[in-house]
């Protein structure tokens, strides 16, 4: 082999380094990324739960006079009604759980709390009842509502019931998170924001600065 030069295919440190560094600068570029496109996932998902209990919502009207789903009241909490649960395939002896697939997958609060393979829904949505009475039965009718695709019906919430002018401080969820149950929107969302589902089967998702103090998205009777 006398006269030819041996190529050796090894690489030196200095080559390996840099190797390493373009890898170290491409995954810090990437990562960003992967991690928002894993949150819009979560938050689409979560859209899509709400738009169906939204629809199941809505049908209940059909057979009682254009009534909507009772927040609370006669026969339990909106969360518990059967023919409600009935249209999400729920299990009715349940009773404050649903299934995972049915849970905001960011409501840590809600996925704590566990009965079987179910999940206590009571932390992960309320109902708006802003415009009902204090006590008694709180249920709408869509005959007196205003604008239906305006109206909020059920929001990302750590309680099963909101309104406005209660303790809807985007503050306070801020300070508490997921760990209080107090009648709270949850802005547990990107850009603190919360899924919303609207009377007319449609649904959002809503800054804060959108939904605080935001009178037309709450009101509801015309």
């Given at each position: 082999m006398s006269g030819k030069m041996k190529c050796s295919s090894k690489f030196t440190l200095i080559e390996l380094?840099?190797?390493?560094?373009?890898?170290?600068?491409?995954?810090?570029?990437?990562?960003?990324?992967?991690?928002?496109?894993r949150e819009f996932?979560?938050?689409?998902?979560?859209?899509?739960?709400?738009?169906q209990v939204g629809m199941s919502a809505s049908s209940y009207t059909m057979?009682?006079?254009?009534?909507?789903?009772?927040?609370?009241?006669?026969?339990?909490?909106?969360?518990?009604?059967?023919?409600?649960r009935s249209g999400l395939n729920i299990n009715q002896s349940y009773v404050h759980y649903w299934?995972?697939?049915?849970?905001?997958?960011?409501?840590?609060?809600?996925l704590s709390t566990k009965y079987m393979d179910n999940?206590?829904?009571?932390?992960?949505?309320?109902?708006?009842?802003?415009?009902l009475p204090a006590t008694g039965d709180r249920m709408y009718n869509i005959k007196n509502m205003g604008t239906p695709s305006r109206s909020m019906a059920y929001a990302d919430a750590t309680d099963y019931q909101i309104a406005n002018y209660q303790s809807n401080a985007p503050s306070f969820y801020m300070q508490t998170k997921e760990s209080s149950a107090s009648v709270t929107t949850a802005y547990?969302?990107?850009?603190?924001?919360?899924?919303m589902a609207f009377f007319d089967g449609h649904?959002?998702?809503?800054?804060?600065?959108?939904?605080y103090n935001n009178n037309p998205l709450w009101k509801v009777i015309k």
């Open positions: 380094l840099v190797v390493i560094a373009i890898i170290a600068i491409l995954a810090s570029m990437l990562l960003p990324s992967l991690s928002r496109s996932s979560h938050r689409i998902n979560c859209q899509n739960i709400l738009r057979n009682w006079n254009g009534y909507w789903t009772p927040v609370s009241g006669t026969g339990g909490v909106w969360f518990n009604n059967s023919e409600l299934p995972k697939s049915l849970i905001c997958s960011r409501a840590s609060l809600s999940f206590c829904v009571y932390y992960c949505y309320g109902a708006n009842y802003t415009d547990r969302h990107p850009n603190d924001s919360a899924n649904s959002e998702n809503l800054n804060w600065k959108k939904v």
